[in-house]
């Protein structure tokens, strides 16, 4: 058996972070389904907020991400957040991140999304693979071990506390326990929940679903975000920073229809209205040709700023669809893109249980409330992803080893071995494809009562179908097939409770909006939902929301 003091699950930029801490004064080994590299965070072009400007504020970085997040977020977290953000971005700096430049050699900033100032800093339209790198480098130096290609499957917590986890070693092919005294997930979010989204392959929930599975609650998961601007019929992204340097959305009829929504904030309004207003001139008739998707448009920003600010953009036009944005506009749709809800932790990263941290996309602090701000979810992934490392160190010296139970991996043994030696059932893609395309279609960015009561029929039957699922590729060694049946149970289960929370919900608040319920509801529903483990019928709380200096108001951009 392996032991290490603290596991991490996820090398993104939370996992990493939290890893360059907590190996300072502990014994800390990554796992890490892909290279480091390969983590999401790397696909982040767009930038990372910071009030570092003489002419911000963090009172106002934190009132933006508090009226952003629909008064959902917890205030006291996200005054942290905003706080600490700037002792954050140096720190990255200075570890080696080139970001780009004013002329007077600071850190250049540009415009993002529902916020007052421009704050968020970037490094061309490629900020998250360099904070990556950044971040690879630091663990290259501080000699931190990397289990790479380990497939974690199981958390296992006994009578309340941290005992470690059974992962899937994909070229060995064995099931191995790394037992731990404390574990910190930070395996990112659960786009792939959805059919057309932003998030690579991998973005499939693993880390929320194996905390659930093992008892622990998680927190708002019906807030999902669409990004406004993913390209046409691919779901890939296209930067918000091409609306920060000055792109417009225009519709059939060549109009700025942005005006009639946010017209003080047009195309920088936040992501949950723009991508509202996109898909209403949609389903108006007004998309281009009379098709589902408008025109981002950068022709006017000349081939210069093009090719200097958003470089990568250029690229993934051409190669994705042959669109050459410095002469032509760019088609585009809403694209599922970020999971809001999560683990539930405290400002330090802790849960419930003992020695079970999270940090990034997959945690629920909160800071994001119902709608994340653009930039703000890198920082969140650097400023907790080191907190949670400083506390986790901090928990393992004060605690001794505890035993792994046997039947924790027997169980798991047992469940894997079952999907590998069933001889006949259903492939788990199929299953896969019908859930994304019925949550894409019915708990989208428009909801309503009756559309999501048939989703949750629905997703009731995919889960009971999937129960007798069977993997073609017989061989332990490096079978994606067989991971792509143990996503798929992770899938079919936050898929539930996307789809429970949001029929509860009766109200809108950020991401989540119905039609059948359009006002938000702060007398009823200004509180989190907190979603409990149960094979068969989840179940749901309500937890208070923590408001210190901002009462909620109308939200007007
Ligand atoms: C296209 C795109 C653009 C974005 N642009 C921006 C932006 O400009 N600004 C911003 O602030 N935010 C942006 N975001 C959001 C932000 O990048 C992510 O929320 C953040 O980087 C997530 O980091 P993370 O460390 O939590 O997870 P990730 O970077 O997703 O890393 C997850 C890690 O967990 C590992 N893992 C997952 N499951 C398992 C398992 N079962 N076993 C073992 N390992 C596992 C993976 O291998 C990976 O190493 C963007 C997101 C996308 C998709």
Redesign the pocket.
Known sequence: MINHEIVI???????MRAAIEASQSADVAI????H?M????????????AAIDPDDSIESHTFDTVKGSDYLGDQDAIAILTSEAPRDIYEMEHMGTVFSRKDDGRIAQRAFGGQNFNRCCYASDK??HLL?QTMYEQILKHNIKLYED????KLVIEDGSVRGVV?YDQISGKLEVVRAKAVIV????A?RIYSVT???H???G??MA?VFRAGIPLRDMEFIQFHPTGLYGQG??V???CRGEGGYLTNNDDERFMKKYAPTKMELGPRDLVSRSIWTEIKEGRGIDGKDFVHLDLRHLGKDKILERLPQVHELCLNYIGVDCITQPIPIQPTA??TMGGIPTDAWGESQAKGLFA????ACVSVHGANRL????????IVF?RRAGVKAAEFVRSVEWQEFPDHAFSSEQKRITEIMERKEGEKPWTIRSELQDVMMMKVGIFRDGKEMSEALQKIVELKNRAKNICVDDKSWLYNTDLVGALELQNLLLLAELITLGALAREESRGAHYRNDFPTRDDEKWLKHTVAFYDEINPRLEYEDVTITTYQPEARKY
């Open positions: 699950i996820g090398a993104g930029l939370a996992g796992l890490t389904r892909l480091p390969r983590a999401h965070s790397g696909a982040a072009q767009g930038g990372i907020n900020t998250g990556l380990w497939y974690v499957t992962a930070a395996t990112g979010g786009g932003s998030n690579a991998i973005c499939t693993d880390g194996i890939i992204l930067t918000e920073g893109h970020y940090a990034g996309e997959c653009g930039g703000n979810s890198m920082l969140e992934t992803g």
